[in-house]
């Protein structure tokens, strides 16, 4: 069972800098993926980022260019740096892992098996 714990939401202006942290914990063998979902009022929730064990990266076509996932494998934790950002990042993120990891990168949302609590983004001036 993976316990996930996300920290670093708050308030920030449009244009500024973010920095998620999430930590896994629990039993399990390995986390092939680790990543992160966001859902913003009224929307489904979104995968915006995800990183394999390996290293190999996806994102969100609306964040691109603008936020970096990555993870520190011995630590079991994973980031997301959240730059520019802008009134529409608002949501409240998750942080994501699976145990397995199919291999495909365009299908990477369905080996995701664990999620957290979620921590609000708010952009706003």
């Known amino acids: 069972h993976v316990q996930l714990q996300a920290s670093g939401g708050g308030l920030v202006q449009p244009g500024g800098s973010l920095r998620l942290s999430c930590a896994a914990s629990?039993?399990?063998?390995?986390?092939?993926?680790m990543g992160w979902y966001r859902q913003a009022p009224g929307k489904k929730r979104e995968l915006v980022a995800a990183?394999?064990?390996?290293?190999?990266?996806k994102y969100a076509d609306s964040v691109k260019a603008r936020f970096t996932v990555s993870r520190d494998n011995a630590k079991n934790m994973v980031y997301l740096q959240m730059t520019s950002l802008k009134t529409e990042d608002t949501a409240v993120y998750y942080c994501?892992?699976?145990?397995?990891?199919?291999?495909?990168?365009?299908?990477?949302?369905?080996?995701?098996?664990?999620w957290g609590q979620g921590t609000l983004v708010t952009v706003s001036s």
């Open positions: 994501a892992a699976g145990e397995d990891y199919a291999g495909s990168m365009s299908q990477i949302g369905a080996d995701f098996d664990s």
């Open positions: 629990g039993s399990f063998r390995r986390l092939d993926i």
């Open positions: 990183i394999t064990s390996g290293g190999a990266e």
